[in-house]
């Protein structure tokens, strides 16, 4: 890709010119014209030489693709750059593994007053248990260590961590020999992070956001809570995201809402909803998801924190304040909690009133057709993970672990949220899942239940113009005259169009049909190398040597 040497200027206007760019204002576009930050022409080569003259800037593309930036709709930012720049334990095959990195790591970081760590899965692992403590003291030479597992609601820690937290064995979710859940979970994580320095914070902020840009991610969704971080930590990411070029950061705080104060508070911390991971369950993988019926390979059903009610309360409260509530619900109980709470406020204030606010739900996981119906009438947007169901789906992985292989077939039931009507989100809920957008639309395309598929047209609209409806704009996501300038520029091979059944194939691929093409997506295929990421016309990414 190469361009003119024309100096940088934030409100330049720039024609592109010479690839593919994915638009359904010309499924058959070539080239694009940029002006003020946003999208002023797409079309044809032949109809862009009416442009040359008139721009300051020409890119010629050299045949690459041009899309939307993503949106990757659940991401915890300050925890997804101290996972990548701390000890990472997701790819340990063995808890002998992980125990020699955290050693190493350390013997690294001598001067560190807390180590840090993420990512580690026993399920995995053929000891098929966590590291105890006793273990970890020794492997951490007795130094403070946090280690959540990688779904973040469990965690293993040294006794040297625990003597900082007083009162926290009186505390529910402690456990001697297991991981830590609950409210003693959240109380050693907080004196983990605690521990962090705001210039350790701010590199670490700066890190994610520089590998979400690098990626083709132009907005990330930052799903805050005090549960989870704290306002110093949310607020110092939103000025970091607009006093620096990068990704636009959209914060949301998970914190109860019961009037217009309380509305009042989450507005001025900067947060455009009351959700995120508002908490009415765990997750599957820690054994805290609220189930209907008990796990498979444990004799209970999980945790509620939030029945029916509180739901109802929350969402009542943050409806006639004018903001968007959300919770993460993962498991068939939360979920019920949810919609009957939804469907408790909606009859109290009026369905129209509640489906107008487009509250939103986090992972919704274990979804039946009941709650799957619920959603579409009360215009709940989904925002959901399909790299969960690449990790942990199928047969032989976690959630038929967890729950059986019949249910574990129910889980993340993504083409009939779509059927139904419900509107979809795509995200990693990094530092769970990594940030891999193209590989986040493969896992919907090529779900592991195969009735659960959708195209890849589907997913990737999901990834892009479903994270801009999630916050309640329907004018962006999408390249076509008058949309924000967000848009990323790929290295790829031939575009396909690609369909879960045969009987969509036939037609929409097609070049009668005028569906624009997407990079292969098949399992195996190379996936697309982001040369360049822009925001609101802003370069924010730019490949080396590119």
Same mark, same amino acid.
């Given at each position: ?93 063995? &808890? ?34 966590? +590291?105890? #403590?006793?273990?970890? =003291? ?98 110092? &990411? ?23 104060? =309380? ?5 001025? &911390? ?20 609220? &189930? ?76 039946? +057709? ?113 949309? +924000? ?14 369909? +879960? ?18 990079? =292969? ?21 730019? #490949?080396?040597?590119?």
């Amino acid at each position: 890709m190469t361009e003119s040497t024309a100096p940088q200027s934030e409100h330049r206007t720039v024609l592109l010119r010479g690839g593919e760019v994915h638009s359904p204002a010309d499924p058959f576009a070539t080239a694009m014209v940029v002006e003020r930050g946003h999208v002023a022409w797409v079309g044809s080569e032949g109809a862009a030489d009416a442009f040359a003259a008139g721009v300051d800037e020409v890119i010629d593309l050299e045949g690459a693709l041009v899309t939307p930036a993503f949106t990757d709709a659940h991401v915890h930012t300050t925890a997804t750059g101290l996972a990548l720049t701390g000890l990472d334990l997701s790819g340990a095959r063995t &808890l002998a593994d992980a125990l020699s990195l955290v050693r190493e790591h350390s013997a690294a970081h001598a001067g560190d007053t807390v180590l840090l760590g993420h990512g580690w899965d026993a399920t995995r692992w053929p000891e098929q248990r966590p +590291p105890s #403590r006793a273990e970890l =003291d020794a492997a951490s030479g007795g130094r403070p260590l946090y280690l959540p597992r990688i779904d973040v609601h469990s965690a293993v820690v040294t006794t040297a961590l625990l003597d900082r937290v007083p009162g926290v064995t009186g505390l529910d979710g402690h456990h001697t020999e297991a991981p830590l859940t609950g409210a003693a979970h959240h109380a050693v994580r907080a004196a983990a992070h605690g521990a962090i320095t705001p210039a350790q914070r701010t590199a670490a902020q700066r890190a994610a956001l520089r590998r979400a840009a690098s990626l083709g991610i132009g907005t990330v969704h930052e799903c805050a809570g005090p549960d989870i971080s704290d306002e110093g930590d949310f607020t110092s &990411l939103l000025a970091l995201a607009d006093a620096e070029p990068g990704p636009r950061v959209v914060g949301y705080w998970a914190e109860r809402v019961a009037n217009a104060k =309380d509305a009042q508070r989450i507005r001025e &911390l900067g947060a455009i909803g009351a959700a995120g991971d508002l908490f009415v369950d765990g997750s599957l993988g820690s054994h805290t998801a609220c &189930l209907h019926t008990p796990y498979a390979d444990a004799a209970h059903t999980g945790t509620a924190h939030l029945d029916a009610a509180a739901v109802a309360a929350h969402v009542t409260a943050c409806t006639e304040a004018g903001l968007q509530a959300g919770f993460h619900a993962i498991g068939d109980a939360a979920l019920t909690a949810v919609v009957d709470g939804v469907r408790a406020a909606a009859d109290a204030l009026g369905l129209a009133r509640v489906r107008a606010a487009r509250h939103r739900v986090e992972h919704a996981e274990m979804l039946t +057709p009941e709650t799957i119906a619920a959603f579409a009438e009360f215009g709940l947007t989904a925002s959901v993970q399909p790299a969960f169901d690449a990790a942990w789906g199928g047969d032989e992985g976690m959630y038929a672990q967890r729950l059986g292989v019949e249910r574990a077939r129910t889980l993340n039931p993504y083409a009939a949220l779509l059927r139904a009507g419900v509107p979809l989100a795509f995200g990693s809920d990094s530092p769970v899942t990594p940030l891999d957008p193209w590989g986040t639309v493969r896992a919907a395309a090529f779900h592991r239940t195969p009735e659960h598929r959708v195209s890849a047209r589907a997913a990737f609209t999901a990834h892009t113009r479903g994270g801009w409806r999630a916050i309640g704009r329907d004018d962006a996501g999408l390249l076509v005259p008058g949309a +924000p300038a967000d848009y990323a520029v790929w290295r790829t091979e031939e575009l396909v169009v690609q369909a +879960p059944d045969d009987r969509v194939a036939r037609w929409s691929t097609d070049p009668r049909s005028g569906t624009p093409g997407l990079p =292969d997506l098949t399992p195996g295929a190379e996936l697309p190398v982001c040369l360049r990421t822009v925001v609101f016309g802003q370069t924010v990414f730019a #490949r080396p040597n590119e």
